[in-house]
């Protein structure tokens, strides 16, 4: 009777303990890799929630028309090619020449002052946010400590021009009517938008984005960390190893979730 | 009877604590942790700042001097949670799973003029000379303009915001449930 109870009671335990251990599997070093995988897809689902991080907000001034006018440039050779080539603008002229003709034209129809003695000019404020889309990002757990994060490229998430404030204006007063106004804010922006963002700025971002992953990472245990721009282009540059892996992963799986 | 039955319950009670997951990490090592995630500045903001320099002097009413000039500089601000003040972190008492945080106030970290950055867009002097005086004397107003503007748009909340998103997360990742801001 007494050997019978003692293996139900070793039977109850074994199972009890198996059952706890599948609860979590975080007591055994045997299942160190799983969990190491469990808690970088932890992290990325949480990191999700965020959807974008916003790491740079840029306060762009900009000078109607100065930053327009390319000093390089001439206005006569701009009409004189106009004049004498066959086709569009667009194709005559490039976008700095065209950039030129349009602010030259509008401060012209608006009656603003930029040449000769008197230069009178007008100051746009725009405001950029630039940030990274989270829910693209990539994340490749390795062997024991190791991760490889990829993250989208910086983009624009906010674009908008400021109304002036008169009483704040720190610059030389324009008459200038609200069509006036209206027409020089929507060239502005048309103009910001049309052209690529400052490298310098896109650069910051990439720097915030970076430190902001590796501060994650290095908190959830991982001692090698390699963040990465996300573009395919660039996994042969990864280090040894890290580059083979990357490849067989985007082959089998494109969605950053862990294979 | 008594022992075997004893075994499996005191395995089970020894058991249990171990294999839930609640947080292991002493106040010591959270608080390290923490303020190493504080050590980044948080937000960053960019300025192109547009500096205008006018000067006209006149002798009855005939204009004697004009200097006049217009230039753009880069400026950036950079706030974050300023650690020369205290990071209080407590457990709570009744819930492992939740933790009382304190954080200093944020704070603008860094305003920095990028005077390599300056496009100078015209110059005009006439009877006058436009000295480095003038321009130091601008760029520096043009700091303190841009720290308000900064403010004004509220890069301190960002900063507070971001910084806590991040606490939250990793702490959230670490097993806590629930992180309440403010002493306990």
Redesign the interface.
């Known amino acids: 009777m007494k050997i019978r109870t003692t293996l139900v009671v070793l039977v109850v335990s074994s199972a009890l303990l198996t059952a706890l251990i599948v609860i979590d599997r975080n007591l055994f070093p045997l299942f160190t890799s799983t969990k190491r995988t469990s808690i970088s897809q932890a992290i990325w689902e949480r990191v999700r929630t965020l959807k974008s991080l916003q790491t740079v907000r840029y306060v762009q001034k900009v000078v109607f028309p100065y930053d327009f006018l390319d000093p390089g440039l001439d206005f006569d050779v701009i009409l004189t090619i106009l004049r004498r080539g066959k086709g569009t603008v667009n194709s005559l002229l490039s976008s700095k020449e065209r950039d030129y003709l349009e602010a030259r034209e509008l401060a012209e129809r608006i009656g603003l002052k930029f040449t000769g003695r008197k230069r009178e000019f007008v100051v746009v404020t725009a405001q950029i946010v630039v940030g990274t889309n989270l829910e693209s990002l990539k994340i490749f757990p390795g062997t024991k400590e190791s991760i490889l994060v990829l993250f989208p490229p910086p983009r624009i998430v906010d674009l908008s021009i400021e109304d002036p404030n008169p009483a704040t204006y720190p610059y030389p007063d324009i008459p200038l009517s609200p069509s006036h106004w209206k027409l020089v804010a929507g060239f502005v922006e048309r103009k910001l938008r049309e052209h690529p963002l400052d490298p310098s700025i896109l650069d910051v971002s990439r720097a915030q984005m970076s430190r902001f992953l590796t501060t994650l990472f290095l908190q959830a245990g991982f001692t090698e960390i390699e963040i990465r721009e996300d573009s395919s282009a660039q996994y042969e540059s990864l280090k040894p190893g890290l580059g083979e892996r990357m490849n067989r992963l985007e082959g089998t799986n494109r969605t950053g979730k862990n294979p | 009877?008594r022992r075997?039955?004893l075994?499996?319950l005191s395995?089970?009670v020894l058991?249990?604590p171990?294999?839930?997951?609640f947080p292991s990490l002493s106040p010591e090592e959270l608080s390290t942790?923490i303020r190493?995630?504080l050590e980044?500045p948080s937000?960053?903001?960019?300025?192109?700042?547009?500096v205008?320099v006018?000067e006209q002097k006149s002798f009855l009413f005939i204009p004697t001097a004009n200097k006049?000039v217009?230039f753009?500089v880069?400026i950036?601000v950079q706030a974050g949670i300023d650690l020369q003040q205290p990071v209080t972190i407590k457990r709570d008492g009744r819930n492992p799973r939740k933790i009382h945080i304190n954080l200093p106030p944020p704070a603008v970290l860094l305003v920095d003029v990028d005077e390599s950055t300056i496009q100078q867009?015209?110059v005009?002097e006439q009877g006058s000379r436009i000295l480095r005086m003038d321009y130091s004397k601008e760029l520096e107003s043009a700091k303190q303009?841009?720290l308000l503007?900064a403010q004004k748009?509220g890069?301190l909340l960002?900063a507070e915001r971001q910084a806590r998103?991040?606490i939250e997360?990793?702490l959230?990742?670490?097993g806590f449930e629930e992180v309440v801001w403010g002493a306990p």
Do not use: H, N, W
């Open positions: 009877m075997p039955i075994v499996p395995l089970f058991l249990i171990a294999c839930t997951r942790r190493t995630i980044l937000v960053e903001y960019r300025y192109r700042e547009i205008y006018g006049e217009l753009s880069e950036r867009y015209f005009v303009r841009v503007d748009r890069i960002e998103t991040l997360k990793i959230q990742t670490a």
